[in-house]
């Protein structure tokens, strides 16, 4: 028994497991963009792969049930069931709580809830708890340790205390971040779009110079004058009449040229990728066909909700 102990006692503990250090130290993706969990959404295909996993998973029926000699039977009657089944809390119910467990999920790679029990121990709420709040730590005497940022201060809570659903990580104690892993697709994905909205913008052309055959007192206000009257896709298409000997030449290359559709529909389908996700199920049809989306939701709800609902179901009945 000394040696099985000595033995336990001897593996490795983590000072700390957070989502965010599996960020790659918060690093930049190749883009040059700033990728994080919470400007993540802003890209579409993120926020819809998010959307539609995250609202499905919430609106699938979760019942208790209790094993009796035949099998099993719903169990209304168990505290439990009205939390899980109609609202785990006063302020939300079961729908947006499940919604909200997944969202956490699929950015951060784990979702926390606060377990709430009465003086009996009796569970009477559960309240999620935003992850990127959230340390994860194993004490001296190997108990793990949830500590929740609250403000300034820190709240500590014990295993029991907390309903934690890990999605795939290194340790099996806490997920990392996918938004993390493909940060650079998503990186991606986020400049193209900037890009689009920046072509429009600037009057749907790429940039250009005007060249004057003398010279410009203020060329400033050449800039500005010129800006006013043709930047902005409410812009485009205007005449422009040039003075003074004045002509505009066009610089940059074409977003054809660019392939700026091509590479914003690849970025769209390296998403869905990373979460599993049909491309029609995001509205893109592009080779979609009656027969192939008919397979592609039947794969959808195969391999990619039915591992999240094992994965909730597993970490509820463990918890609660």
Same mark, same amino acid.
């Given at each position: ?16 497991? @957070? ?16 990728? &994080? ?37 719903? #169990? ?9 089944? #109609? ?10 709580? $499940? ?71 290194? #340790? ?10 493909? $940060? ?62 004045? &002509? ?16 914003? @529909?690849?970025? &769209? ?16 049809? #592009?080779?979609? &066909? ?31």
């Amino acid at each position: 028994m000394g040696l099985l102990k000595n033995l336990f006692k001897s593996r490795d503990k983590p000072e700390l497991t @957070k989502p965010s250090v599996f960020r790659f130290f918060f690093a930049p993706s190749s883009s040059g963009k700033q990728v &994080t969990e919470k400007n993540a959404m802003q890209s579409a295909a993120v926020y819809a792969c998010v959307r539609v996993i995250s609202e499905t998973v919430a609106s699938l029926p979760l019942h208790l049930y209790r094993h009796v000699e035949e099998g099993k039977r719903r #169990d209304t009657l168990h505290p439990l069931y009205f939390l899980l089944h #109609d609202s785990p809390n006063p302020e939300m119910t079961s729908f947006i709580f $499940r919604e909200t467990l997944m969202t956490h999920l699929l950015l951060w790679g784990n979702a926390y809830a606060q377990i709430v029990r009465n003086g009996h121990g009796e569970i009477i709420g559960l309240y999620p708890l935003v992850p990127d709040k959230m340390q994860v730590s194993r004490a001296e005497t190997d108990e793990l340790i949830y500590l929740y940022q609250s403000g300034m201060s820190s709240i500590a809570f014990r295993r029991e205390e907390i309903l934690h659903i890990p999605g795939l990580g290194f #340790d099996g104690l806490v997920g990392y971040s996918p938004i993390a892993m493909a $940060r650079n697709a998503i990186g991606m994905s986020m400049a193209t779009e900037e890009f689009g909205a920046s072509f429009f913008q600037n009057g749907a052309a790429p940039g250009g110079i005007l060249e004057h055959p003398g010279t410009l007192k203020d060329p400033s206000k050449v800039r500005e004058s010129w800006n006013e009257l043709f930047k902005g896709s409410g812009n485009a298409n205007k005449v422009a009449v040039l003075e003074e000997g004045m &002509t505009y030449k066009q610089i940059g290359i074409p977003p054809n040229e660019a392939q700026f559709l091509e590479t914003r @529909k690849y970025q &769209t389908e390296e998403i869905c990728r990373i979460y599993r996700v049909p491309p029609h199920l995001v509205a893109d049809l #592009d080779k979609a &066909t009656f027969s192939n989306i008919e397979h592609q939701s039947i794969s959808f709800v195969v391999h990619t909700i039915r591992p999240w609902l094992v994965r909730l179901e597993q970490a509820m009945n463990k918890a609660l």
